[in-house]
């Protein structure tokens, strides 16, 4: 009995169709997934100039819909250490995306396990060499380096030796000094590096020092006794060389001549009560000021005080020769002495 092949009916056709129609959607389903997923292909290293790390500084992007490539490249990743290097590894990149709210079958991360991220901005590089300088002069007066402030004053000057200093290999030598400059200043900055000969540059600075000084809260009027109500202790960053008066030895003192409120109290403006026969030096008398230079002295004959003042007093005294007035310490009847000689001339 020869045996017949089975019909094919409409519902077959049918069941067919829709078969077919399945398999059409999921591969569509499947072409939109693979289309708009976003991979990242993460780099071994960077560099950047911005104080923190985003995904667009280390890796690249690609694929997916462009509005979401956007968001996903401006989301940060980490901020940098005190030496401007930090890691950025590939789970950091991935738990950094989830967070944001990305779901992990929107993104592909590949290339390197983990990047070495440099700072290598302008301003920061700056930052690191008046530090170094900080550091040095700080380490040559046995001071805390954050007492020591430094500022670059020479545009020209930094940006011919800031390609140098960005190599961190180079390490900043000063030349001895005797005192710890203030004030505006040039400087013989020497890059060492080893394996590489000494570069020196010049390079002017204003250097200024972080003290504690006595502050007027209110004007304190001439002969007025010095009370703690009458000023207060701060730090100030000083770039003079003006002697100022100790804070610890203030009250008690007579104040010689005003002082404006909100003013830093200077050694010269403050006198120790003594009585009117103990005056050595009187206002407008003409008196000798001496400096004494190794075995020799200097002598300034015939400059005139401008205030009174007794044994051990800082008084202003006016040079006859420049016309300008400098500070000397009384140390007899219509005699004072000067600490600086450079500034008998001024």
Do not use: H
Request: hydrophobic share 40%.
């Amino acid at each position: 009995m020869k045996c017949c092949p089975p019909q094919v009916t409409w519902f077959d056709k049918m069941t067919s169709s829709r078969n077919l129609l399945v398999a059409w959607l999921l591969l569509m389903m499947t072409c939109e997934f693979t289309q708009a997923q976003v991979v990242i292909q993460l780099r071994s290293s960077a560099t950047v100039s911005t104080s923190a790390v985003r995904i667009e500084d280390v890796a690249e992007l690609s694929g997916g819909d462009a509005r979401v490539r956007g968001v996903m490249a401006r989301l940060d990743l980490e901020s940098f250490d005190r030496n401007d290097q930090c890691i950025v590894t590939s789970n950091q990149l991935a738990t950094r995306l989830l967070l944001a709210g990305f779901k992990r079958s929107e993104f592909q991360t590949l290339g390197a396990r983990q990047s070495q991220v440099t700072r290598t901005s302008p301003l920061r590089i700056r930052e690191r060499l008046t530090e170094k300088i900080s550091e040095t002069l700080a380490a040559q007066f046995a001071v805390p380096a954050k007492q020591v402030l430094v500022t670059i004053e020479s545009e020209n000057q930094w940006l011919g030796m800031q390609t140098l200093f960005s190599d961190k290999q180079y390490e900043i030598r000063l030349p001895p000094m005797t005192e710890l400059p203030t004030g505006r200043k040039r400087l013989s900055v020497r890059l060492e590096r080893s394996g590489r000969a000494p570069i020196t540059v010049p390079l002017d600075v204003t250097i200024r020092y972080v003290t504690r000084v006595a502050v007027a809260t209110t004007p304190i009027p001439r002969g007025a006794t010095v009370d703690a109500s009458m000023i207060r202790i701060l730090d100030r960053a000083l770039d003079g060389r003006t002697e100022y008066a100790n804070p610890d030895a203030i009250i008690g003192r007579v104040v010689s001549r005003t002082v404006p409120a909100n003013s830093v109290l200077l050694a010269n403006q403050l006198k120790t009560i003594t009585a009117q026969s103990q005056i050595a030096v009187r206002r407008n008398d003409l008196i000798d000021v001496v400096m004494k230079i190794g075995g020799g002295e200097i002598r300034l004959k015939n400059a005139k005080a401008m205030e009174s003042g007794a044994i051990g007093d800082t008084i202003e005294v006016l040079n006859p020769n420049s016309n300008r007035r400098i500070n000397a310490s009384v140390v007899g009847p219509n005699l004072a002495t000067l600490p600086n000689p450079a500034r008998m001339t001024r």
